[in-house]
C-alpha cells in the first residue's frame, strides 16, 4: 500500500512541479477571478504563457517551447493539459460560460501548498493511466512495485533501461522497448509530481533519476513482502 504524509511546507513548492502549477493557476484565479477560455474549451493562450513563465515547469520551460512554437496554447503544455484534466475530473474548478473557475474545492486546497500537495501528488499519480496513448508498449506492474523497486535500487541514480532490466531482466533496447514505457509512464510521472529529479540528455541511457527530498519526506510504501500465512521450508 502507498500513502502519504505531510512534508515540510519549505520543500513542496521548489520540489513538486505539479503542485506548483495548481498554486500557479488557483493564483491566477484568485487575482483575475478567472481563466479565459477558447472556443474548444481549453485555456486560453493569455493564461499559458503566464503560466508557463511563471512555473518554470522541468522540460517545459519558456526557453524551450518557444524554440519550437511562436505562441503557446494548452496543448503545447502537457503538464498544463494534464492539471485542467485533473481539476475537471475531481472538481477543484468549473466552466461558466467562457472562463474558468475554482470551486469551493479549488480554493480550499489553494489555501495551503502543504493540503495541495496531498491532494494533486496521489490523484495525479494513480487516476491518470500514463500508459494511455503511448506507442511503447506499458510497463508490466503496479505502483507498489514499480516504487519498492526504485526505493530499493535507485541509489546515487537510475536510468530507464537499468530499471527496465532491474524489473524484467534482459529487455530490449532503445525507445520500442520496456524502458521506453518505464521512462514515460512511472518515472515522468514520478517527476512532474516532485517525488524524482533528472539530469543529462533526452537519451534513454542520458537520463539519471534521482530521489528529491519529496521521496523520503512524503512518501510511505509498505515494502512487498510474502504473506504471514507462509510455511518456511525447514533450513
Given at each position: ?14 520540489h513538486s ?12 484565479m484568485?487575482?483575475r ?12 493562450r493569455?493564461?499559458?504563457e ?11 520551460t519558456?526557453?524551450?517551447?518557444y ?5 503557446l ?14 481539476m ?24 495551503s ?17 500514463h500508459?494511455?496513448?503511448m506507442?511503447?508498449e ?39 522497448g520496456?524502458?521506453?514505457?518505464l521512462?514515460?509512464a ?6 512532474w ?31 512487498i513482502s ?10
Open positions: 500500500m502507498i500513502t502519504f504524509q505531510t512534508p515540510p511546507n519549505d520543500l513542496i513548492l521548489p512541479p505539479m503542485t506548483r502549477a495548481f498554486m500557479a493557476a488557483a493564483d491566477y484568485a487575482e477571478s478567472e481563466i479565459g477560455l477558447t472556443k474548444s474549451g481549453a485555456w486560453n493569455r493564461f499559458i503566464w503560466a508557463v513563465a511563471q512555473i518554470a515547469f522541468p522540460g517545459w519558456e526557453e524551450k517551447l524554440s519550437v512554437n511562436k505562441v496554447n494548452e496543448y503545447d503544455v502537457a503538464p498544463l493539459e494534464y492539471l485542467h484534466a485533473l475537471d475530473g475531481l472538481k477543484w474548478g468549473r466552466k461558466h460560460k467562457a472562463t474558468y473557475r475554482l470551486s469551493k474545492t479549488g480554493k480550499s486546497l489553494a489555501m501548498a502543504d493540503k495541495a500537495f496531498m491532494e494533486v501528488v496521489p490523484a495525479f499519480l494513480f487516476r491518470f493511466d500508459a494511455d496513448g506507442r511503447s506499458a510497463p508490466m506492474g503496479s505502483w507498489d512495485l514499480f516504487l519498492n523497486i526504485l526505493n530499493h535500487e535507485i541509489g546515487d541514480g537510475i536510468t530507464a533501461p537499468n530499471y527496465a532490466r532491474i524489473l524484467y531482466g534482459e529487455v530490449a533496447p532503445g525507445w520500442g520496456p524502458a521506453s514505457g521512462s514515460l512511472v518515472l515522468r510521472p514520478l517527476c509530481v516532485g517525488l524524482l529529479r533528472y539530469e543529462g540528455g533526452f537519451g534513454l541511457d542520458e537520463r539519471v533519476y534521482h530521489k528529491t527530498p519529496l521521496w523520503d519526506a512524503a512518501l510511505v510504501l509498505d515494502p510474502s504473506g504471514d500465512n507462509v510455511i518456511p521450508f525447514r533450513s
